[in-house]
Structures are given as structure tokens and as C-alpha cells.
């Protein structure tokens, strides 16, 4: 086992959500196969919209829906308390449906029906994740030497070893999946894909043998 | 479908201007006036910059690249498709060509419909990187020269049946210009050009995996299509030059070749392998 020469330690990690924080999601039951043969129903998220008042949005199917008023802050509860609302227009075969006021914080009074399968959701995003971020921090010779964050697609280096973000769990800040490679020998492997690249181009376009083959009539001899 | 039609004029104007593009080629099968000709590629250059105008409108719409569902990449691989047509237009002046390339793209936009998604997914962290953009173009560039070979292959197969396709091709339809091409040429001149790129997207993405995840490769299963379809457009180079593969059975080739690239752009949902993988998205 290779040894680091130092530690690394995670001191936390977080799921960073796409903004704004609340949306409008629809929502879809669709048959899903079980494996006794009877197919299941299961609701799946089909398009997610940011909330913004009097665009109207197409839905699959050809219902759409626009936002006739939102309140970020609705009701009396303190601001830590605070439950978005909103109020959706939605328009079914051709009518449009006024939806009752939906509360983001009240499951049951956050949706309103679109025909026999939809669903308009207004909620706090959970899903859509713009970056899973591990903030760790080298301790080195006993101290603490570098911090640093590390997310997919912007790995971190350290004294030869390179960290990549791999596992996680969205609803455990105390874990991630990290992958240590130590590869000094990268360039060259690049350096090589480059070469390969610029070969291919080469052989059929600068060298002549490839550029274009005799036709067959003109080779005294095609097969060996 | 008629739902989305109607809420999209842009995109029924895109696909009617590769309608037309369609049938004034096809007219050029049969007509020798240059205008006729001259039409034919104003279409083509009217859907071309519609079709673009899409991709534009998406790309702002949606505030990155629009390359990240099965309908954005549809809409782009058509542009591909009618853009390295326009070129080798200009390159082998012929037009004869044209009705299988305005078919494609308008069949691509056509798909692209019945896979329309109104929402705009939001980037998920593995594509939010530099080499997306280009790892994408690359490919549907190349995606674009290797459906354009099939399109002169398959002509090259109806030539040697039909007297109607020989013809065809004998007169260099569509020009002013008489003069035969040789066919087999302009398969094996897109498929290099292809398989160049194909070369470079396949790196560009071993690059952007080990950049992202520490491993040039791993074994996901577009990636491994991927590398079949290399490898059969290889073969097709290899046997050719080699071998001196000609003819009908060439042509096959080229054409088994298209089949895999479209197995690996459409097909990744049927393997059972499906749902580890980092290229398929659903939404």
C-alpha cells in the first residue's frame, strides 16, 4: 500500500443545489415494471421550472401552466419560518384553471392535479445538484498544511497525489468517497493522445500513401 | 405531437425550410436549370441557419450548452448533418447528393420532436467542465461526415442496381457540370475526415474522464460503443487500403459502420448496463 506522507482529513461535506431554492416541478406517474409482471405506477419528475411570475411553460402532453403570483415569504412565521406560496394558473385542454394558493413547506397543499396522470408541484428544489463539494484539509508533519475543496471535474493536488471526488451520500456531511491516484506520468500519456491525434490527421492528409489509395484496377495485386 | 408544433414556430420553420431543402434537391435529380440548383442550397442554407438559430436560442434560453439532453443533441446533429453536407457540396461540386442529406437532417429534427423535452435539465456536476463543449462538437461534426458517407454509400449501392441512380452520379446531377465522381472516393474522403474526429472526441473524452474522475477509461458502456465504432470504421480504413475493399461490399461497411454509431447515439438505453452509466440521461 502506497503511503501519502501525510494526512488528509474531510472536515465536511456539502451537496451545493442549483438556485433559486424553491420550483415548480411536474411530476408524472408512469408505469414502472415490477417484478412480479404487474406494472407500477410511480410518479417521476419530468421537467423542473424556476419560479418566476407570468411565463408560461409547456408541459409534456401539451397542458401548460404559467405563475400568477408568488410570495417568497408567506404568512405570519418568523423568517426562519417562512413558507413560500404561490399561485398557479394552468391550463387543461384548452381551459385555464385557476390552482389554489400551494405552500412549498406543506406536503398535501403543494400540488394541484394536471390531467390523469400530472402533477405541478411547488417545493424546495432537492434535487438538481450543481456540485457535490468535499472540503477537506491536508495535515501535514502535525499541521494543518492546505485546505481545499474538491468537486468533480476540479480535482486537488497534493505533493504528487491527486484527489477526485467519487462517492457520496447527498444526506451524510461526514462522508465522502475520495479516489488518491499518483500518476507522474500523466503528460506523456496526454503528449501521446496528442500525437495520435495529429498521426491520424497526418496519414490521410499530409502523407501521400493514404491520401488517397490507387483504385484497385491500377494495383497489380490485391490480395497477398 | 400537433401541441408542440404549434407552441414552436421556430422549430416548425427549421424543419419546413429542410422540407423544402428536400424537395428542391430532389427536383435537381430531374432538372438541369441552374436555378433550380441555386434554390436547392438556399434551402439548405435557410434551414442551416434556422436549425442554428435553435441551437443559439436554447443555449441562451437555458444559460449553457445545449448538448446535454437526447432532443438537444437531436437538434444539433441535424445542423451537423446539413453543415458537412454544404461543405462537400462545395467540395465535389455536386448537388447529387443533397435529397439524402436534407432527409436525414429533417428526419433527425423530425425524432427530435417525439423526444421533446420542455424542460431545460440543469448541468449535473460531471458535465460541468471544459471539455464538454468540445467533446460534444467533435463528435457530432464527426457523427455528421460519417452519416454523410452512409447517404453516398447507400447512392453507391442504388447506382450499381438502378440506371436512374447510375446516371445520377454519371452526370454529377444538380451542376452545370457534367462529369462523373467517383463515389467510392467521396464514402472513403468523409470517413477519414470522420474517423479523425471520431479519433479526437474518443481522447478529448479520455482526457476530460481522467480530469474528472482519475481514470482515462472507465468501462462505461458509450464508451466502450464508442471504441467499437472506431474500431469498425478502422476496419473499413484498414480493409480498403490493405485489402483494396471496393464496391458493394465496401459500401456494406460503411453502412454496418453508421449502424453501430447510431447504436451508440440511440441505443445505450437498451443495455441492462444503462443506469451506471454517465452518459445516458434521461432527465
Known amino acids: 500500500v502506497a503511503k501519502f506522507g501525510f494526512d488528509l ?9 442549483y438556485e433559486p431554492e424553491h420550483r415548480v416541478a411536474y411530476y408524472r406517474a408512469e408505469e414502472v415494471p415490477c417484478p412480479d409482471g404487474k406494472p407500477d405506477l410511480e410518479f417521476r419528475l419530468k421537467a423542473s421550472f424556476d419560479p418566476e411570475v407570468g411565463v408560461k411553460h409547456l408541459l409534456p402532453g401539451g397542458d401548460s401552466f404559467r405563475i400568477k403570483t408568488l410570495a417568497p415569504e408567506y404568512g405570519t412565521e418568523g423568517k426562519e419560518m417562512k413558507n413560500p406560496a404561490a399561485l398557479l394558473e394552468v391550463r387543461i385542454d384548452g381551459d385555464w384553471i385557476e390552482s389554489p394558493l400551494l405552500f412549498a413547506h406543506q406536503p398535501g397543499k403543494n400540488s394541484v392535479r394536471v390531467g390523469d396522470r400530472g402533477a405541478l408541484v411547488f417545493e424546495k428544489r432537492n434535487q438538481e445538484t450543481k456540485a457535490d463539494v468535499s472540503n477537506v484539509t491536508v495535515v501535514d508533519g502535525g499541521k494543518d498544511a492546505a485546505t481545499a475543496r474538491v468537486l468533480v471535474n476540479d480535482p486537488f493536488t497534493y505533493k504528487g497525489w491527486t484527489f477526485y471526488q467519487a462517492e457520496c451520500n447527498p444526506n451524510d456531511p ?46 497489380p495485386e490485391s490480395h497477398r | 405531437m400537433i401541441y408542440i408544433l404549434a407552441e414552436h414556430p421556430w422549430f416548425v420553420a427549421a424543419s419546413a425550410a429542410y422540407a423544402a431543402a428536400l424537395g428542391v434537391y430532389a427536383a435537381t435529380w430531374r432538372s438541369t436549370k441552374a436555378l433550380v440548383a441555386r434554390l436547392a442550397t438556399a434551402a439548405m442554407c435557410a434551414a442551416l441557419a434556422l436549425n442554428a438559430a435553435l441551437i443559439v436560442g ?42 439524402i442529406a436534407a432527409l436525414m437532417a429533417f428526419a ?3 425524432y427530435a420532436v417525439s423526444k ?37 454509400a447507400v447512392l453507391q449501392l442504388l447506382a450499381g442496381r438502378y440506371d436512374f441512380f447510375a446516371r445520377l452520379v454519371r452526370v454529377k446531377a444538380g451542376t452545370a457540370l457534367s ?4 463515389i467510392e472516393e467521396v464514402t472513403y474522403d468523409a470517413i477519414k475526415f470522420g474517423f479523425v474526429l471520431l479519433t479526437i472526441g474518443l481522447l478529448v473524452g479520455s482526457v476530460w474522464a481522467k480530469s474528472a474522475w482519475g481514470d482515462f477509461w472507465v468501462w462505461d458502456p458509450k464508451e466502450n460503443w464508442s471504441l467499437v465504432t472506431w474500431l469498425v470504421y478502422g476496419a473499413y480504413l484498414h480493409l480498403r487500403r490493405v485489402k483494396g475493399w471496393r464496391g458493394d461490399r465496401a459500401a456494406w461497411l460503411a453502412i454496418a459502420g453508421f449502424a453501430v454509431v447510431m447504436f451508440t447515439y440511440l441505443g ?16
Open chain 2, 58 to 99: 436554447r443555449w441562451i434560453e437555458a444559460d449553457r450548452a445545449p448538448f446535454k439532453s437526447l432532443f438537444e443533441s437531436l437538434v444539433f446533429f441535424s445542423f451537423c448533418i446539413g453543415a458537412v453536407y454544404l461543405v462537400m457540396e462545395r467540395l465535389y461540386r455536386t448537388r447529387v447528393f443533397g435529397p
Open chain 1, 174 to 219: 461526514t462522508f465522502s468517497g475520495l479516489q488518491a491516484v499518483r500518476d507522474p506520468g500523466v503528460n506523456w500519456v496526454f503528449l501521446g493522445f496528442f500525437l495520435i491525434c495529429v498521426g491520424v490527421a497526418w496519414m490521410f492528409y499530409v502523407d501521400n500513401r493514404m491520401k488517397k489509395a490507387p483504385a484497385p484496377a491500377a494495383r
Open chain 2, 268 to 283: 445505450m438505453g437498451m443495455l441492462p448496463t444503462a443506469e451506471a452509466s454517465a452518459h445516458v440521461y434521461t432527465g
Open chain 2, 108 to 110: 433527425c429534427l423530425g
Open chain 1, 9 to 17: 482529513r474531510l472536515d465536511r461535506f456539502e451537496v451545493v443545489r
Open chain 2, 116 to 152: 421533446w423535452d420542455a424542460e431545460i435539465v440543469k448541468l449535473p456536476p460531471a458535465l460541468q467542465s471544459g471539455w464538454f463543449v468540445p467533446h460534444v462538437v467533435v463528435y457530432f461534426v464527426g457523427y455528421g461526415a460519417m452519416a454523410f458517407a452512409t447517404g453516398v
Open chain 2, 179 to 182: 462529369g462523373s465522381i467517383d
